[in-house]
């Protein structure tokens, strides 16, 4: 309750800057990554696509959530942020989008989801800055879906850092494209599949979203840069 009533307030503070967002009662869960006075979140139903703004530490950014499948962001960050748009449930799906992606830093491009039992963070990474990910990854190999690309597979661990279920230690899966895009079709289950035969096992879907990421590689820069993304 606690947390319901905090997403209502945020989102009725930036109903205004955010065109589409829509204040409670159809602010929704799930909870986005653990949230303390320093985090914010909004998370949002419109036309039947769900929204994310998510942001941590000093991070200046404007997320703006369109009409219809359309999002956009504009930011220089030197926290954290995940600025997305697509729906509850996740699961297999084919992902349409277009649009401009354009950043310097740490940063990504990605279709980006989670799951739980187990809690798992998931990328499919079609754009990105600098490539720099916090955690060491660990290499799976790679795998080419026809007509949409090459992919390299990697993993990773976080430990007791935030996710959907508070401060946690999880796993991360990651399909990151060997040629950088902007625009195309993405089938989850290709990669879904890909990752089960290695081992990667994916929990029940909470939401996915097309977003775009920022944050701090620790002890260096920031990430800063540009987006407008259009699903379907």
Same mark, same amino acid.
């Given at each position: 309750?606690?947390?319901?009533?905090?997403?209502?307030? *945020?989102?009725?503070?930036?109903?205004?800057?955010?065109?589409? *967002?829509?204040?409670?009662?159809?602010?929704?869960?799930?909870?986005?990554?653990?949230?303390?006075?320093?985090?914010?979140?909004?998370?949002?139903?419109?036309?039947?696509?769900?929204?994310?703004?998510?942001?941590?530490?000093?991070?200046?950014?404007?997320?703006?959530?369109?009409?219809?499948?359309?999002?956009?962001?504009?930011?220089?960050?030197?926290?954290?942020?995940?600025?997305?748009?697509?729906?509850?449930?996740?699961?297999?799906?084919?992902?349409?989008?277009?649009?401009?992606?354009?950043?310097?830093?740490?940063?990504?491009?990605?279709?980006?989801?989670?799951?739980?039992?187990?809690?798992?963070?998931?990328?499919?990474?079609?754009?990105?800055?600098?490539?720099?990910?916090?955690?060491?990854?660990?290499?799976?190999?790679?795998?080419?879906?026809?007509?949409?690309?090459?992919?390299?597979?990697?993993?990773?661990?976080?430990?007791?850092?935030?996710?959907?279920?508070?401060?946690?230690?999880?796993?991360?899966?990651?399909?990151?494209?060997?040629?950088?895009?902007?625009?195309?079709?993405?089938?989850?289950?290709?990669?879904?599949?890909?990752?089960?035969?290695?081992?990667?096992?994916?929990?029940?879907?909470?939401?996915?979203?097309?977003?775009?990421?920022?944050?701090?590689?620790?002890?260096?820069?920031?990430?800063?840069?540009?987006?407008?993304?259009?699903?379907?």
């Amino acid at each position: 309750m606690v947390q319901l009533k905090f997403l209502s307030a *945020v989102a009725t503070a930036v109903t205004a800057l955010l065109p589409g *967002v829509v204040a409670a009662p159809d602010v929704i869960g799930p909870e986005p990554r653990g949230r303390t006075s320093t985090e914010n979140a909004i998370e949002a139903r419109q036309g039947g696509y769900y929204f994310q703004n998510w942001s941590e530490g000093s991070s200046n950014i404007r997320c703006s959530n369109g009409a219809g499948g359309s999002f956009s962001a504009n930011w220089n960050s030197k926290g954290g942020f995940v600025c997305g748009k697509g729906w509850q449930g996740g699961g297999a799906r084919t992902i349409k989008y277009s649009g401009t992606y354009n950043a310097t830093g740490p940063g990504y491009l990605a279709v980006y989801g989670w799951t739980r039992n187990p809690l798992i963070e998931y990328y499919i990474l079609e754009s990105h800055a600098d490539l720099a990910p916090n955690e060491p990854w660990t290499s799976k190999g790679n795998f080419t879906i026809e007509n949409e690309g090459t992919f390299e597979v990697y993993t990773s661990t976080r430990t007791n850092k935030p996710s959907i279920d508070g401060t946690r230690t999880f796993q991360q899966y990651w399909s990151v494209r060997t040629e950088k895009r902007v625009g195309g079709t993405v089938t989850t289950k290709a990669h879904f599949d890909e990752w089960a035969k290695r081992g990667m096992r994916l929990g029940g879907h909470v939401y996915v979203v097309m977003a775009v990421e920022g944050y701090t590689k620790t002890g260096g820069p920031g990430s800063s840069g540009s987006a407008s993304i259009t699903l379907g």
